[in-house]
């Protein structure tokens, strides 16, 4: 089983629309999870980190599901900008590393 | 710009060559990480550094590669021998840890633009 596991997409989804991608991890002990967007061919940028009580930005809003080990990320109103790839991160128990999720694509179409 | 920097943006090489490239963290992150990626895949960690310490490597991380950060600012990652399988992406990111606090994996990372590696 891989560490962290993405549907890696498309999805394909009209401007206005409400999105949910999951990701899920494989380690219990993994603690800290983040929210990655990357544009094609540009490096990865921070959308948003994962807490455990849930936490929203605008129309984004990200989940932590610890007893089914997935994390979520709702996007409302979609905007044609907000088509990227979304990469899920967890750390790696015990150790410094972060792991990536290979990324959903997202695509919002006019 | 205050990001974090990376030198050069793109390198062709042949096979057989050594490359070396270049990080240039946000200037008050103690914390410093390499990961290379390729089409279709997420980012994959190479190795961190805390200040000058170098931490971690990952163990799929081949002996010719190698990374430093002599004064705990800039990095250099070198790839000695160049193979087909190493044309990637290879990018850098930094965070801030508080000195002290060796929590593992809490912080947010900020990523360069990355090096594009084509080794032909």
């Known amino acids: 089983r891989k560490e962290v596991e993405q549907d890696p997409g498309p999805f394909n989804v009209p401007e206005g629309a409400t999105v949910a991608f999951n990701c899920t991890y494989s380690n219990s002990a993994s603690q800290s999870f983040f929210w990655y967007r990357q544009d094609c061919r540009k490096e990865p940028k921070l959308l948003m980190s994962?807490?455990?009580s849930g936490n929203e930005d605008g129309r984004f809003t990200a989940q932590l599901n610890r007893a089914s080990q997935y994390i979520s990320l709702l996007i409302r109103d979609s905007k044609l900008s907000d088509s990227a790839t979304y990469l899920c991160v967890v750390n790696g128990p015990g150790t410094y590393k972060y792991i990536f999720g290979t990324g959903t694509r997202l695509k919002v179409l006019a | 710009d205050t990001g974090v920097s990376q030198d050069p943006r793109h390198k062709i090489t042949k096979r057989g060559q050594n490359v070396t490239f270049r990080c240039d963290p946000i200037s008050e992150h103690n914390r410093l990480y390499w990961y290379r990626q390729t089409l279709g895949q997420g980012p994959e960690f190479l190795t961190y550094f805390q200040n000058e310490a170098q931490l971690e490597k990952s163990r799929l991380l081949s002996d010719r590669f190698s990374a430093e950060r002599p004064k705990g600012s800039f990095s250099t990652l070198e790839i000695q021998r160049t193979e087909q399988g190493d044309s990637a992406m290879y990018l850098c990111a930094s965070s801030f840890g508080l000195p002290g606090q060796d929590v593992f994996g809490s912080y947010e990372q900020y990523f360069g633009p990355g090096t594009r590696l084509t080794v032909t």
């Open positions: 994962v807490y455990s």
